[in-house]
């Protein structure tokens, strides 16, 4: 009767409980475990498991659901099979082993049946998702634990296939607390040029666009924004062209009360830009060659556009910050002709945040000397303790900085980009079993812990506010502000070198050479910034930490951007030109200067004879249109002797920085060919002058002999009377006409 007396629920808890107790004490005296069920597997089965709804299970329960995720790829179609759910016999007590969990072991591990479901057949290609009800009794505890869960593709008694997951019993009981702060990268997909189309900023900032699915899933949360400056920069010089989309969402980004701090410029890879040499972090240097000087970039409702010193510190002092806030300049990005571009009232300006596992020896005194005095840092890139996890608030090498807890990241991260309903269960669940292990863990120690969203794009905004909603759920942790990680009493860290690929700062070193190499050539430019602030920014593009996750695309970008580089260091040259012969003292050569580029250049066009039999006056300044030729004549002078001559011409810029190749003319001078030339035109000359005189001479001579012959045969008497009468000559000519 006494057995009568207890309730049913409670007798099966009762044998339950019996029998786990049973069960860890033969593991404790050496009795194997069961062994694994038959495997015949199948490639190409994929599953997952997870809670059905909350990751917690509870004694106010009566059962519990799984749902289970399984997908067909193998190339057969699979039927007649069975979902089995089991629970392993062990709680997971620690973050450790709660990794080792969730790599899927090499066999089938062993544990307690606690439900199954029949899904009949799941065709080629498919993906079935099926649920599985659990008497809250078979997975109760004592206490708080974290449970392996299991699950099988069974057919007619063999295991086509198995996955592992957890769920988190809560027995209600205190098993310490931990303090939680988030932070959230404001990034676009890499690109590789520096201002963002208004196309894709339309598409990025539609309903469903990835800018806007990033603000909804963090909506209401405490989450510290890390705001891409490209994103902002991309929608001001726009203006009136911007899409009314960006123009809304950027409204929105200032309106929201989280905390905020920029990235580097279109997060620009810090670590890698340390790692090349460089003494501090690149910068835009301009926006005048894009933002008219006279007018205003596109701005925010009610953004300030003035001078105002205090835009970026003021705010960091506060503890709430004003959910009206709007955009306001920074007087550090100030500059002629772009003022507001960048401008936004940031709450802290001191973050740097480096790539996942990319900090070696000196990256941290590199972001401090640069201003961001407080890194965050992956909880990879640092040598994990034993027993309760740290706080975040960390020194390392001297240097402060807020290390993100790793499995509480990766769960977090899980969540983000679970593409179907079934991964972001098991994400959640292990989000929350993680939490919990570091809760219970640390006793009664309050830590301030902090996790990272990754970089890469959420795949909807519903994973995000899903992970964010679990973890205010958890009873054992509580919403923290990353000002609050960065302030606690920190802890001294070790750092774990992982250093960039030695290929890819090579390449990082070879473009920031060519930076500074366009940096000098673009003084041949009326207005340098035309093309150095247009190169800068696209630098800064291919260098973003998003394109590490693509290793692949960054080799085209990167090389993209060398060859291009290269091209323009070209664009300017001198056109070759064939021998030619000098004869004369004093004469010119001409110089033709191919422009390619879509700007007017100037030039000194400089040649350098090889010996000195042709002297040059000096260097000749040119000015060549866009997309043209100019041609500019050299004086030159004949020197010593005859013969042939190297004529080598280069360009420099107006402040001495050599442009272009050396071309090499070839002259032949015969400057002694001058005076026979003149000799023979005046030998000529004298000739024409001595048979002009000549036939003048002559001409006067027969005149002279003309006159005398007609005075001899000259009438006389009455005809010389008779012409005088009638007025004529002998020759019968009037008077007066001879």
Do not use: H, K
């Amino acid at each position: 009767m006494a057995a009568e007396a207890i309730p049913e629920r409670r007798l099966r808890r009762l044998i339950a409980t019996a029998a786990v107790t049973a069960t860890a004490a033969a593991l404790v005296i050496g009795v194997p475990d069961a062994p694994p069920a038959t495997a015949a597997e199948v490639e190409g089965i994929s599953m997952v498991v997870g809670p059905a709804g909350s990751p917690l299970i509870t004694s106010a329960d009566d059962s519990v659901g799984f749902t289970v995720e399984t997908s067909n790829t193998s190339g057969r179609s699979i039927g007649d099979v069975d979902v089995v759910i089991s629970v392993g016999v062990r709680s997971l007590g620690s973050t450790d082993a709660l990794d080792d969990w969730l790599i899927v072991p090499s066999s089938v591990p062993s544990g307690t049946e606690v439900g199954r479901a029949s899904v009949g057949s799941i065709p080629i290609g498919s993906t079935l998702t099926t649920r599985v009800d659990v008497d809250v009794d078979d997975l109760e505890r004592g206490s708080t634990a974290v449970l392996p869960i299991f699950v099988e593709l069974e057919d007619a008694g063999e295991t086509l296939a198995w996955s592992t997951g957890v769920a988190v019993w809560s027995a209600g009981d205190d098993i310490g607390s931990v303090s939680l702060a988030v932070a959230a990268p404001i990034t676009v997909p890499p690109q590789d040029t520096g201002l963002y189309s208004a196309e894709l900023l339309e598409a990025w900032t539609s309903p469903q666009g990835i800018l806007s699915r990033r603000l909804d899933g963090l909506l209401g949360s405490g989450a510290a924004l890390a705001i891409d400056p490209a994103i902002i920069a991309s929608i001001r010089v726009l203006g009136a062209d911007a899409p009314a989309s960006a123009i809304a969402w950027l409204d929105r980004l200032a309106a929201l009360p989280n905390e905020t701090f920029p990235l580097a410029y279109a997060d620009a890879d810090l670590a890698v830009q340390s790692q090349a040499g460089l003494d501090a972090p690149l910068q835009p240097l301009s926006f005048d060659d894009v933002v008219d000087g006279d007018a205003a970039p596109a701005e925010t409702e009610g953004a300030e556009t003035g001078d105002d010193t205090e835009a970026t510190e003021a705010p960091a002092e506060t503890d709430e910050p004003d959910a009206t806030a709007e955009p306001s300049p920074d007087p550090d990005d100030q500059v002629p002709g772009s003022a507001g571009v960048l401008s936004f009232t940031y709450t802290r300006t001191d973050i740097g945040w480096p790539a996942d596992d990319s900090l070696v020896d000196g990256d941290l005194a590199f972001l401090d000397a640069a201003g961001l005095t407080t890194a965050i840092v992956s909880g990879g890139n640092v040598e994990q303790t034993s027993g309760s996890a740290p706080t975040a608030a960390s020194m390392i090498e001297g240097a402060t900085a807020v290390v993100s807890d790793p499995d509480v990241s990766a769960a977090l991260r899980a969540a983000e980009s679970a593409v179907s309903s079934g991964e972001a269960s098991a994400a959640n669940a292990r989000l929350a079993a993680a939490l919990a292990l570091v809760a219970s863990d640390g006793g009664s120690a309050q830590r301030t812990l902090l996790a990272t969203f990754d970089r890469t794009q959420p795949v909807s905004a519903d994973r995000e506010r899903g992970a964010l909603a679990t973890i205010a759920s958890l009873p054992w942790a509580q919403p923290a502000t990353l000002s609050d990680a960065i302030g606690a009493p920190p802890v001294t860290r070790t750092l774990v070198a992982q250093p960039e690929r030695e290929e890819r700062v090579e390449r990082v070193r070879t473009m920031i050479d060519d930076d500074a190499e366009i940096a000098e050539f673009a003084t041949i430019l009326d207005e340098p910034a035309q093309l150095t602030s247009q190169r800068r920014r696209d630098l800064l593009a291919v260098l973003a930490a998003g394109w590490l996750a693509d290793p692949a695309g960054w080799d085209a970008a990167s090389t993209e951007f060398v060859r291009f580089t290269r091209e323009t260091l070209d664009a300017v040259s001198i056109v070759p030109s064939s021998e030619f012969t000098v004869i004369s003292r004093e004469s010119g050569i001409l110089v033709t200067v191919e422009n390619d580029l879509p700007y007017p250049v100037n030039v000194v066009i400089t040649v350098d004879p090889s010996n000195g039999r042709l002297l040059v006056d000096g260097p000749v300044e040119a000015t060549v249109g866009p997309d043209s030729r100019g041609t500019s004549t050299i004086p030159v002078q004949a020197g010593v002797g005859n013969g042939a001559v190297a004529l080598l011409v280069s360009l420099e810029s107006p402040t001495g920085v050599p442009v272009g190749g050396t071309v090499r003319y070839g002259a032949n001078v015969q400057a002694d060919w001058e005076g026979i030339g003149a000799g023979v035109i005046g030998g000529v000359l004298l000739l024409l002058f001595g048979i002009g005189f000549w036939r003048i001479v002559r001409r006067r001579r027969q005149e002279r002999a003309d006159a005398a012959a007609a005075a001899e045969d000259a009438p006389t008497g009455d005809a010389a009377t008779e012409d005088a009468a009638t007025g004529m000559d002998a020759d019968g000519g009037a008077d007066g006409e001879r």
